[in-house]
């Protein structure tokens, strides 16, 4: 059983940047594969990025790629999205996700979800 927890969202100006974190309970952290994904009103919940278990991987969809960095410390259970250059279609609730299936994008990979924090970008 693994418990997630975002935070670090808020309001910003297009151009600016947000750091979100993840906390993570429990001793099993170091094993899951960890996503974000993001939801607009209306839309489907979407992937952002992705990292293995270890680190030593990473994936991010094409609109964030260059902007966005995902990185976990596995010491503190913590996954993290760094978000710069940000646009108003940034505008989201941002969830982090844990799983087992090995990393990808689609939502039925991961196992566990958090909360959600939300994200808005002005223009």
């Not at 979100?20 to 594969?33: I, K, M, Q, V």
């Not at 993001?38 to 609109?63: C, H, K, L, M, N």
């Not at 999205?81 to 108003?88: D, H, R, T, Y």
């Amino acid at each position: 059983q693994v418990q997630l927890v975002e935070s670090g969202g808020g309001l910003v100006q297009a151009g600016g940047s947000l750091r979100l974190s993840c906390a993570a309970s429990g001793r099993t952290f170091s094993s899951y594969d960890m996503g974000w994904f993001r939801q607009a009103p209306g839309t489907e919940r979407e992937f952002v990025a992705g990292i293995t278990w270890s680190g030593g991987g990473t994936y991010y969809e094409d609109p964030v790629k260059g902007r966005f960095t995902i990185s976990r410390d596995n010491a503190k259970n913590t996954v993290y999205l760094q978000m710069n250059s940000l646009k108003p279609e940034d505008t989201a609730v941002y969830y982090c996700a844990a799983g087992l299936a090995g990393l990808g994008t689609e939502r039925g990979r991961y196992n566990y979800w958090g909360q959600g924090t939300q994200v808005t970008v002005s223009s």
